[in-house]
């Protein structure tokens, strides 16, 4: 598996720390949303106390492996960085990483009794996780229920070349033997009849369900869904697709997807068919630029008809498009041209145009049109006691802005159950 980011050596973390400007108003620390105390724990690297750079990291992030690795910094601390004003940002990120590299996850944590009452977890992603550590901590007792795999999206659909196994399981079990009381291996479809099992309830089942593409031909044998395919291949199954691999979409999960069925198949071809350009994917431009290393190649500006075949797929029809003006968003959108379709001959389809809410549970869970769960300010849905987070409320985002949620419910769920007390 080809790491593209080999972690820092002692040194080179040395001279990157001392790059570190220690502003007094800390704007990385600001822009992390798990608030992570960037200065402290550079200056802890700087003074060669990397153990206690891991409390730092630790204390404010229940999930510092997985973020260490996976963390789309650019659009967070790095994007404050005051040190790019002068030259470039420190790679706070890349530092985060050397010291989960560098350490063990060392149990120096001390855990009051658990005497203030019993929450029900549901869904054992970043944000159910994040909320459990935190509410153990208050002396809370917390039972997490999950239908697939402890760990959530990062465990079961991200490469292993990004987020490989080894640093999973070293975060998994410190958090599930540490914080977690009991784990019910089960899909919850009725969170108020949990709620009259326990003092309070967390929803943060993420996105569980793939939006569908509307097109004729979806059906044929060799159109593949791409989340499924993630879990398969995350898993160490083989994917069992063919040489010639069209992925729709230009998000994440499309990305992902044709990175690794790349990792897995050096000799496949794989194509990414996008209807905009480069510049509009929402895919984080690392993870583009790494995609493009293992030799994913891209059809911009091409519109899905139909996928074509008799019984198995033999290519996707699309039509040309053209950009034109910019959406309230911010991107810019794009015009089919006229009689501009043609084929791109292909074996295997993957649809990857989307994530979505499971809309068939939770029963009296108020959500928005698009089946997101809804809010108040205090995380608390409409039913009092039963709080949400996470890409379940937020929509497709990340492990940290999850980790926020999670550590700001638990906040929400401990004055709740004890009154303030
Ligand atoms: C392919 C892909 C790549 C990504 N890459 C990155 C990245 O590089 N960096 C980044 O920061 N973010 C990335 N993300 C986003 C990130 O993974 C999510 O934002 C984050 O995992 C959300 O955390 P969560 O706890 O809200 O939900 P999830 O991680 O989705 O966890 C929800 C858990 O609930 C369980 N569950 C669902 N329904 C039920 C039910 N009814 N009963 C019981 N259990 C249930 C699920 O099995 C799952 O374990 C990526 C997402 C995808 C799909
Ligand atoms: S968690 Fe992400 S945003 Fe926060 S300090 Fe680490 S890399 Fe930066």
Redesign the pocket.
């Known amino acids: 598996m080809q790491d593209f980011e080999k972690t820092m050596d002692i040194q080179r973390a040395t001279i990157e720390a001392e790059r570190c400007l220690y502003c007094y108003d800390a704007p990385c620390m600001a822009a992390c949303p798990a608030h992570v105390p960037v200065p402290e724990f550079i200056q802890s690297i700087r003074s060669g106390n990397l153990h206690g750079a891991r409390s730092i990291l630790q204390e404010a992030h229940p999930f510092i492996e997985?973020?260490g690795?996976?963390?789309?910094e650019e659009a967070f601390c790095q994007s404050a960085c005051a040190r790019g004003k002068i030259d470039t940002p420190v790679h706070i990120r890349q530092l985060h990483r050397f010291v989960t590299d560098a350490t063990d996850a060392a149990d120096r944590i001390e855990l009051p009794g658990a005497t203030a009452g019993k929450i029900a977890i549901?869904?054992?992603?970043?944000?159910?996780?994040?909320c459990a550590r935190e509410l153990r901590s208050m002396s809370f007792v917390c039972d997490v229920?999950?239908?697939?795999?402890?760990?959530?999206?990062?465990?079961?659909?991200?490469s292993t070349r990004?987020?490989p196994r080894e640093v999973e399981q070293r975060e998994l079990l410190f958090l599930m033997s540490r914080f977690v009381s009991h784990v019910h291996v089960?899909?919850?479809?009725d969170v108020t009849r949990l709620k009259s099992e326990y003092d309070a309830v967390f929803i943060?089942?993420?996105?569980?369900a793939e939006s569908e593409l509307k097109i004729e031909g979806v059906q044929l044998a060799g159109v593949h869904r791409?989340?499924e395919l993630?879990r398969k291949m995350r898993s160490g199954t083989d994917s069992g697709v063919g040489d010639r691999v069209g992925v729709i979409g230009g998000g994440?999960?499309a990305?992902?997807?044709a990175s690794m069925l790349r990792e897995e198949e050096s000799e496949r071809d794989v194509v990414i068919i996008y209807r905009r350009g480069m510049k509009e994917m929402k895919a984080?431009k690392k993870?583009i630029e790494e995609a493009t290393a293992l030799g994913v190649t891209y059809q911009f500006l091409a519109i899905p008809d139909k996928v074509i075949g008799s019984q198995h797929v033999e290519g996707l029809q699309v039509t040309q498009a053209r950009l034109s003006c910019e959406d309230s968003s911010g991107r810019r959108s794009f015009d089919a041209l006229p009689g501009s379709s043609f084929v791109i001959p292909l074996d295997t389809v993957v649809i990857a145009v989307g994530?979505r809410p499971?809309e068939g549970?939770?029963p009296g869970i108020d959500r928005s049109p698009s089946g997101l769960i809804l809010v108040g300010d205090n995380m608390q849905t409409n039913i009092p006691g039963i709080y949400a987070?996470?890409?379940?409320?937020?929509g497709?985002?990340?492990?940290?802005?999850?980790v926020c949620?999670?550590k700001k419910a638990a906040e929400c769920i401990a004055a709740y159950v004890t009154g303030g007390r």
Do not use: K, W
């Open positions: 997985t973020c690795r996976i963390c789309p549901v869904g054992a992603g970043p944000a159910g996780l994040s229920f999950e239908d697939r795999q402890a760990g959530g999206v990062p465990s079961q659909e991200i990004r987020y089960q899909h919850v479809t943060a089942t993420g996105l569980p791409a989340r993630l994440n999960v990305v992902e997807v984080f993870e994530q499971d549970v939770f987070g996470g890409d379940i409320v937020r497709a985002r990340t492990v940290v802005e999850a949620d999670g």
